[in-house]
């Protein structure tokens, strides 16, 4: 899949290290998932949009080799123009390189780590291989750990299977407990579903009251069926019967929101609400999907090539090799940037005029393939999900944002909410049933907060 350098490479593998200076169009920092064993997995997870990605590379073998470690883990610490590197490690399953891959890795970037830099390790893991010398390990090198768990053991088990089409349940939970014995940090990941989509509170409070993690990150699974009845590229206007539907994702949003708010905020970190409290402070995106722009978060596959994005990975969008060129002129080139730009400049005029356009963007252009009720092309297909969430939330986003700016925590919205609910109680248990409810919705009282009066 590599495809020849066109133009005067920086440095090739091999040769001497000589200082490299980044073109000065390459972005000062940026992010990239390495696949060290590609798209091999030791699960079959039916939604999984990179098992597909095999047939990109008929006849490998799926593994990253020790001198192309070597030679990434040099490119990318001499392409970040910070001193805090984030080395991130995704798959398929990265775990399957073994425990040695790893540590050489660690070694790898100690080595090449400028003075005073800090690197952090993230991995992103099923958690099946998972045990005492990986989490220990971990905890050594203080890896962020991303576990992937869909909720309680049906809505986990439903997509989450092994090769035989067995239950993963049981080991993705001793993985957690793993890691929680041996204090390692992690986060769990959770995509969202046909068959977990309706059940928020159950997702959300499995996380919260029986794992006992603080830190979730959903996905909406979105599995576009190409011309060919695959969900190899990123194509075609119609998703398998295993995608979220907008409604769903944007109810399973606003559901967990207002558990969240009413009790957890300063406690759970959910990435979507800490990404949006970010824009309706005015702050850069947290979450690149709410970016005006695309561009800096690359993947890099085992042998080397390297993608415009991680949901990319796709002939069309290869960048090149950093066997043949440098890892920071790939990020820099026109190709790239181009691929950056085109998700602001292929926005429609639809969401340019939406309210919540300063905190969604359109979001992630893999999603766009709807058209807007005016008929312009790239709606995306998440968007009424999105624009109810992000409605649903402005009103308790707005008091964080002013808590924070008074210089209290946003954590402080618990007590306003419960002050607020008590006082609503109170009115509404002087209106009658037919009033309309104190809380100005609009609604008669009986159908709104006066739904609960003994009278009623
Ligand atoms: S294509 Fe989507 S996932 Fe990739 S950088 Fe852009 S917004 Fe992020
Ligand atoms: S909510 Fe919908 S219309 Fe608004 S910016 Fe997002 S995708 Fe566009």
Not at 121 to 136: E, K, P, R
Not at 385 to 413: C, N, W
């Amino acid at each position: 899949m590599s495809i020849p350098a066109t133009n005067g490479p920086l440095e090739v593998r091999g040769a001497p290290s000589a200082p490299v200076i980044p073109p000065h169009n390459a972005p000062p920092y940026f992010h990239v998932l390495v696949k060290p064993t590609g798209a091999a997995c030791n699960l079959n997870c039916a939604y999984c949009f990179f098992l597909s990605k095999e047939a990109l590379y008929p006849g490998s073998r799926f593994r990253m080799a020790d001198g192309l470690l070597e030679t990434y883990i040099r490119q990318y610490i001499e392409s970040q123009r910070t001193d805090l590197v984030t080395i991130a490690w995704q798959g398929g399953e990265p775990a399957l390189m073994g425990l040695d891959f790893f540590k050489r890795s660690v070694e790898c970037a100690t080595k090449y780590a400028r003075p005073g830099m800090r690197i952090e390790y993230t991995i992103q893991t099923n958690g099946i291989l998972l045990n005492d010398a990986w989490c220990a390990f971990f905890r050594e090198h203080s890896f962020l750990v991303g576990l992937s768990i869909d909720g309680p053991r049906p809505l986990h088990d439903a997509y989450r299977v092994d090769k035989g089409g067995g239950p993963t349940f049981d080991k993705a939970m001793a993985a957690a407990r793993l890691l929680q014995k041996h204090q390692v940090d992690f986060n769990i990941l959770t995509t969202v579903h046909a068959a977990n989509a309706d059940h928020p509170l159950d997702v959300y409070r499995f996380m919260r009251d029986e794992l006992g993690v603080q830190w979730v990150q959903f996905i909406p699974i979105v599995e576009r069926v190409n011309a060919d009845g695959r969900t190899l590229l990123q194509e075609g206007q119609t998703v398998t019967g295993r995608s979220v539907t907008p409604d769903q994702w944007g109810q399973f949003l606003i559901a967990i929101f207002d558990e969240w708010m009413r009790r957890d905020v300063g406690r759970m970190y959910i990435t979507l609400f800490e990404a949006a409290l970010a824009s309706w402070l005015g702050g850069p995106p947290a979450l690149c999907i709410f970016a005006e722009t695309c561009g800096n978060a690359l993947a890099v596959e085992h042998n080397g090539d390297v993608y415009a994005c991680d949901h990319f990975v796709e002939p069309k969008h290869l960048l090149g090799n950093i066997q043949e060129r440098h890892l920071s002129e790939l990020v820099a080139s026109d190709q790239q940037r181009r691929f950056g730009a085109a998700k602001q400049d292929t926005l429609p005029q639809y969401c340019r005029e939406c309210k919540v356009h300063f905190a969604c963007h359109g979001e992630c252009p893999k999603n766009r393939f709807l058209a807007t009720p005016d008929g312009a092309p790239g709606l995306n297909y998440l968007c009424a999900g999105y624009k109810a969430f992000f409605t649903h939330v402005d009103r308790p986003m707005r008091v964080m944002a002013q808590l924070y700016r008074s210089g209290r925590a946003p954590a402080e919205i618990v007590h306003v909410v419960a002050a607020e609910e008590a006082r609503l109680k109170a009115a509404s248990a002087k209106a009658s049933r037919n009033d309309p409810c104190p809380c100005g919705s609009g609604r008669k009282s009986k159908q709104c907060h006066g739904k609960r009066h003994p009278s009623s």
